[in-house]
Structures are given as C-alpha cells and as structure tokens.
C-alpha cells in the first residue's frame, strides 16, 4: 500500500523502470511539495539505483545555502519565481551525481497568495546535464493544499519523463 494516488504511483514506476534501463540517476529540489517528489520516486522498488538525492528547501536559507540561489533573485523577485525555480534545479543537478533535476517552489496555501501571486501559483523547473531546460507556471488554483501538492508531483513527474525521452 502507497501513501500516493495510484496514477503518481504509475508515473513515478514508469520513472524507476526508464531511469533504471538507461543507467541514469535524478535529485529533486522541493519547496511547496516538501519532499514529496522524491517520496513518490522511493515508493518504488529498485529507486535506491535512480533517486541520488533530493533537498527540501522550505526557507529562502536554505535555498541560498542548500542550492545556491542567489540571495538578489530572492529579494527581488521572491521565493516562487520562474529564476528562483531555475536556479533551484541548477543547483540540485550539480550539487548531485544526477543527470535529470527537477525543482518546485510554489503556494500551496490555504494563505500565503496574493493578486500577483495567487494560491495554487507553482513554478517547476526540469533540467538536464546535457543542457535541456523545461520551466512551467502553473496556477492551480485554490484547490486546497493536498491537491495543490499533489497536482505539483503529477506535473514534476511527468517534466522528469520529458527530458528522458528528449
């Protein structure tokens, strides 16, 4: 038994399977989700051969200490930005033997939006170390905070499965 919905299940085997068949490995940087993403990928047997590492950066410190991310980025832009989430996925692929990264910072809610950035607003970002850069904004909306998160996972997955194929 899973603590994940059985399609993330099915993503995050689907995962195992390719990373494991192509000799690849992945880390994951995680904000809104808390980890999830990686709890997903651990669910799974064999993951020990796939998931190097993943850093859950909750505090813009800990993105700044953690990953790297430029304290100016944070000041001037904040926490859930399309650059905060780039330079999150940059620093979790080469702070790790990772080939794939995936990065999430977002509002999960109930509070914490604004009009500018609303509950349900994440940003995701998936690099490779052969160059390849996905970045998406999703707005989810105030849909709650498990399904903000939840809807976050399904997205990272199906961004790490993207570049695999690419």
């Not at 796939?50 to 993105?63: C, E, L, M, W």
């Not at 926490?79 to 940059?90: D, F, G, L, N, W």
């Not at 996905?134 to 790490?160: F, Q």
Request: proline share 2%; hydrophobic share 50%.
């Amino acid at each position: 038994m899973s603590l994940f919905p059985q399609d993330i299940i099915s993503m995050a085997e689907a995962i195992i399977r390719d990373f494991t068949a192509a000799g690849l490995m992945v880390s994951t940087a995680e904000s809104c989700t808390g980890g999830l993403i990686a709890g997903a990928l651990t669910d799974i047997s064999g993951s020990s051969a796939v998931v190097d590492r993943g850093f859950v950066t909750y505090t813009n410190t800990a993105k700044i200490e953690m990953l790297g991310v430029q304290a100016e980025t944070l000041l001037r832009l904040g926490a859930v930005s399309e650059e905060t989430a780039r330079q999150m996925v940059h620093g979790a692929l080469f702070r790790s033997r990772a080939e794939i990264a995936v990065a999430v910072t977002g509002i999960a809610g109930p509070g914490g939006g604004s009009a500018e950035k609303p509950v349900g607003l994440v940003h995701l970002a998936a690099k490779s170390r052969a160059g390849a850069l996905i970045h998406r904004k999703m707005l989810y909306g105030d849909i709650g905070r498990s399904e903000v998160r939840l809807a976050t996972i399904r997205t990272a997955l199906e961004m790490v499965r993207s570049l695999l194929a690419a």
